[in-house]
């Protein structure tokens, strides 16, 4: 099997949650092309999808020293070192994969990053610039909600939920 057929198999069982068929053909592709990333991108999200930290760390670790400029690979390895609550690698990696590329799930997670480390109060600033040059991104107004919930505003959060869902049904 070739190594492009490889990974459309690898993807297509990770998108169905046939996690050990996805890992099973991503060693396959780290095996024919040791050079590519995407044997251990694959490798990295199945370990995700299993919560097992620490193995989708030195996947997307292994993943990263073959693609240093993917934004998407520190986003993930961000978001394992924040399942570890390994607080400063999280920052630093979105805050790479933000500098990469102004990656939107980057942003997100850099948002819960803030929840998490007890930073609310910039949570809510950073989501207001977001929300300024962002408008049309629903999830930005939705995480503006939670965090209005999380600080008691229920009405405020209401109306940030509303415009959400006004966004999402336009889309």
């Known amino acids: 099997m070739e190594v492009n057929e490889l990974i459309a198999k690898g993807i297509e069982a990770l998108e169905q ?13 780290q ?3 040791p050079k ?7 490798e990295g ?3 995700q999808s299993s919560a097992k930290w620490e193995e989708s760390i030195t996947a997307l670790t292994k993943a990263i020293e073959q693609s240093p400029y993917d934004p998407a690979l520190f986003n993930f390895r961000g978001f394992a070192y924040l399942n570890l609550s390994e607080l400063p690698s999280a920052k630093a990696d979105f805050s790479e994969a933000i ?3 102004d990656y939107e799930p980057a942003h997100r997670n850099m948002v819960l990053w803030m929840i998490v480390s007890n930073h609310v109060q910039e949570a809510i600033d950073y989501l207001t610039v977001r929300i300024q040059t962002k408008q049309e991104d629903p999830e930005n107004f939705e995480m503006m909600g939670d965090l209005m919930m999380r600080v008691g505003m229920d009405e ?4 940030y939920y509303d415009v959400a869902n006004a966004l999402k049904s336009q889309a």
């Open 17 to 29: 949650e046939k996690l050990d068929e996805a890992l099973a053909l991503a060693l396959q592709i």
């Open 31 to 33: 095996k024919a092309a």
């Open 36 to 42: 590519q990333s995407v044997g251990f991108h694959i």
């Open 45 to 47: 999200l199945v370990h």
């Open 99 to 101: 500098s990469l590329e």
């Open 156 to 159: 405020k959060a209401q109306t």
